[in-house]
């Protein structure tokens, strides 16, 4: 195909992702985005915020900032360490967007994040209309504070005056430009966007364009971030020694996660430690009733769960240990290893715990990982 093409709705103008139908061309980037878009919204109800805690003086800083921004119509990145409490920072800006008549969006990459978000929205602002949108659950799409993945912003275009986007460097929205250009369609007005582990780039980028960054290097319990213990084992031994490990947290009343590289993997080595430790489960991206597995975890009805990356961000556990097994694997980024090891110690009640990372030996991620987490600690003990 010689002509130069521009998809008008993804922005694709790719010519390895056009095709060509009776003729025409036809964008191949877009073709599985389809479905009903909403052309029109209701105005939200005033904001019914209601928070039991206070914010801590570093989170009340930095949630009037963004507040500030908003309203001189700057856009924000608060790049914040896993368990600084990010949710909380974007409180005061919704209540605000609310009482002004505003329509308000939460946009995260995976699906796990979208339904315990609308969780923690409907006991905070309890009186408003919370929806969620996400695959398999797009009956409902308007409401006063919408919840939903980055796949389902096709939707909702010139749509949002308050776009906040959680875990920006997440996949499978980093590195995809289809999505990207959905998410900058979406906005009517100004975004904030929330992380754990932007990159240098991504924030050099991002101060280019006239924008603000926020930091905020202490969780809200203002207890250091776990510093990961490294283990070396040949691939054999390491499976024993990993049963041996969970057994031990297990006999000390401690819910266990191992993160495993692959979905083979979580499904071998399941069954592998299943025939040592029983109430267990696993979990990966495509498993069904993921839901129902981590409620019973949160029940207490699961001792321990393997799991792959997909509960890397996003969700929070009381008085977690976490296992990275073959934590050596390329799949394994310094940022993915911070933010699973981030999983640990996010409750005032229970701060601390072990994260483990077993593999053949130490790779350049591992270090790294370690790297930032020290230092991240010593801007804490700066602080203080």
């Not at 909403?38 to 805690?53: E, G, H, I, M, R």
């Not at 409902?140 to 919408?146: C, P, R, S």
């Not at 202490?218 to 776990?226: A, D």
Request: glycine content about 6%.
């Amino acid at each position: 195909m010689d002509d130069y093409f521009k998809c008008s709705f993804c922005g694709n103008d790719d010519p390895k992702k056009v095709g060509s139908l009776n003729g025409k061309p036809y964008c191949r980037a877009c073709i599985n985005f389809s479905g009903h878009k909403v052309d029109s919204a209701k105005k939200p109800q005033a904001s019914s915020f209601n928070l039991s805690y206070n914010l801590t003086k570093e989170q009340l800083k930095i949630s009037e900032k963004i507040l500030e921004n908003y309203k001189n119509k700057i856009d924000t990145l608060v790049n914040a360490v896993t368990g600084a409490g990010k949710t909380e920072l974007i409180f005061k800006v919704i209540d605000y967007a609310l009482n002004n008549g505003q329509k308000i969006g939460f946009v995260a990459p995976r699906r796990e994040v979208v339904i315990e978000i609308s969780h923690r929205f409907k006991k905070v602002f309890s009186k408003n209309e919370i929806v969620s949108v996400y695959g398999g659950h797009t009956e409902k799409l308007d409401g006063d504070i919408i919840c939903l993945t980055t796949h389902q912003l096709y939707r909702y275009e010139n749509f949002f005056d308050l776009l906040i986007f959680d875990e920006v460097d997440a996949f499978p929205y980093v590195g995809d430009e289809v999505l990207s250009h959905f998410f900058e369609k979406s906005i009517s007005g100004n975004h904030v966007l929330l992380s754990a582990t932007p990159s240098k780039e991504m924030i050099k980028r991002y101060k280019q364009k006239g924008r603000e960054v926020l930091s905020l290097n202490v969780r809200y319990h203002s207890n250091p971030l776990p510093v990961p213990e490294i283990i070396i084992l040949p691939s054999f031994i390491s499976f024993f020694y990993m049963v041996r490990m969970i057994k031990n947290f297990i006999r000390n009343r401690k819910k266990v996660f191992v993160f495993v590289p692959t979905i083979q993997k979580c499904k071998t080595i399941y069954k592998f430690t299943n025939l040592f430790i029983k109430n267990g489960s696993y979990i990966h991206s495509k498993r069904e009733n993921k839901e129902k597995i981590i409620s019973k975890i949160r029940r207490k009805e699961i001792d321990y769960l393997i799991t792959t990356s997909v509960l890397e961000r996003g969700v929070t556990f009381d008085d977690l240990q976490v296992v990275i097994f073959e934590a050596d694997h390329k799949i394994f980024s310094s940022e993915t290893l911070i933010q699973i090891s981030g999983r640990v110690g996010r409750k005032k009640k229970y701060p601390n715990g072990k994260v483990v990372f077993i593999g053949k030996r130490k790779s350049e991620e591992m270090q790294d990982c370690i790297d930032v987490i020290t230092r991240k600690n010593r801007d804490l003990q700066d602080l203080f």
